[in-house]
């Protein structure tokens, strides 16, 4: 009777109308699952990109609009010379993909500290911004050089700068300072690769967020999951503090 029941739970019809408008991903295990299967870690990170293709192409076809993924971190930088410049690299091919996401429907944003990307991959992410402009499908949130802390302390230091009147300040101000201030409230965010923390992620974005922990690895994820998120999503009792 468990084994049915847990079955029929897992296998449960998406309901279409209540579909998640902003997910975001904390794309974590690239590396683990290279040394998983003997392999180079730095594999694991462009095996990681695949699986980023695999969402967006489910969530165009479910319809979800909003999209972000935890690209790179400002804590990031601590790691080899080798692989930040592996990643960097890996950004700045994201324009080899741009044709394919023009035909997505999807707009590109970065968001993060340009000034600590890499120059040439900045210019082609940013290439990639304005070729695909003019999407309506939906919007894709690439989270590089972010931290959630760093990105609310440079919000502040911009609103010192600018003289504003503190009385004046309000929720919606605030994130316009944020590199992070077109995207929608997040409604959930899922990490892989079974850690359960949320590591400075969109944490102005994300005060009533649902959390969801997977324990699959990044590069393993595929459209099956996505599915599974939605499914998690539409069980969840979401309160707002009212």
């Known amino acids: 009777m468990g084994i049915f029941s847990i079955f029929k739970k897992k296998s449960a019809k998406i309901d ?22 003997g392999l180079p ?26 999209l972000s993924f935890y690209c790179f971190s400002t804590e990031n930088f601590k790691r080899s010379d080798e692989e930040v410049k592996y990643l960097f690299d890996l950004f700045r091919d994201v324009y080899n993909y741009v044709d394919d996401i023009v035909k997505s429907g999807y707009r590109v944003h970065v968001c993060g500290d340009r000034e600590m990307i890499r120059p040439d991959a900045l210019k082609n992410l940013e290439a990639v911004e304005e ?14 050089a972010y931290g959630g802390r760093h990105d609310i302390i440079r919000a502040t230091q911009q609103i010192v700068k600018d003289k504003v009147d503190p009385d004046s300040i309000t929720e919606e101000s605030f994130k316009q300072y944020l590199s992070t201030k077109d995207m929608p409230d997040v409604d959930m965010i899922v990490r892989t690769s079974g850690e359960n923390r949320i590591s400075g992620f969109l944490l102005y974005n994300m005060a009533y967020a649902e959390l969801y922990f997977v324990n699959k690895h990044w590069p393993s994820f595929e459209a099956s999951d996505v599915d599974n998120c939605v499914r998690e999503f539409q069980r969840r009792n979401r309160r707002f503090g009212g």
Do not use: Q
């Open 131 to 144: 070729k695909t402009s003019k999407g309506e499908n939906g919007n894709i949130y690439l989270l590089i």
């Open 16 to 37: 279409m109308e209540h579909l998640p408008n902003h997910l975001a991903f904390i794309m974590d295990g690239n590396r683990r699952w290279a040394r998983s299967r």
């Open 41 to 66: 870690t730095l594999l694991g990170h462009r095996e990681g990109v695949e699986a980023l293709k695999r969402v967006v192409r489910r969530a165009k076809e479910l319809g979800i609009k909003n």
